[in-house]
């Protein structure tokens, strides 16, 4: 739902400048779900984790976030060993990457929100506390 508001409030971006650094964050932050649920999958793929998107691919992007998320929270509770983008080899808790995926996600959420301030916006709430208080 969150991410969705984002989304809505980028869409509204008239400055092109803007407009492009937003789309870039918001779809990186999905990129690297899909990198993550892919190294817990096993899944050698390479996902350009920087580029240029629409607000269209955006919406894709975020439309299969759910499908992602849940691809990695369901091996929650295993441990798995992965390369990064270096070629490096470390071993992480399932845990600790959903959470890591989570923290992520947020801290672009934040540079968006700076990034619509800048072009006349009032950015939509993103904090976890503001749906749960509403969720119900």
Not at 55 to 61: G, Y
């Amino acid at each position: 739902m969150g991410n969705q508001l984002v989304l809505n409030h980028i869409k509204k971006i008239e400055d092109q400048h803007i407009l492009h650094e937003c789309t870039r964050l918001f779809a990186h932050l999905f990129k690297a779900q899909i990198i993550w649920f892919n190294r817990i999958h096993n899944i050698q793929e390479n996902t350009e984790i920087w580029g240029d998107y629409s607000t269209e691919q955006c919406e894709s992007l975020l439309n299969d976030s759910p499908a992602m998320l849940e691809g990695i929270a369901a091996n929650i509770g295993e441990t798995i060993t992965y390369k990064d983008s270096k070629g490096n080899t470390f071993t992480n808790d399932v845990q600790e990457i959903f959470d890591h995926v989570i923290i992520h996600g947020q801290h672009h959420r934040a540079q968006i929100s700076m990034l619509l301030r800048k072009a006349g916006d009032t950015p939509p709430a993103t904090d976890f506390i503001y749906f749960v208080r509403f969720s119900g």
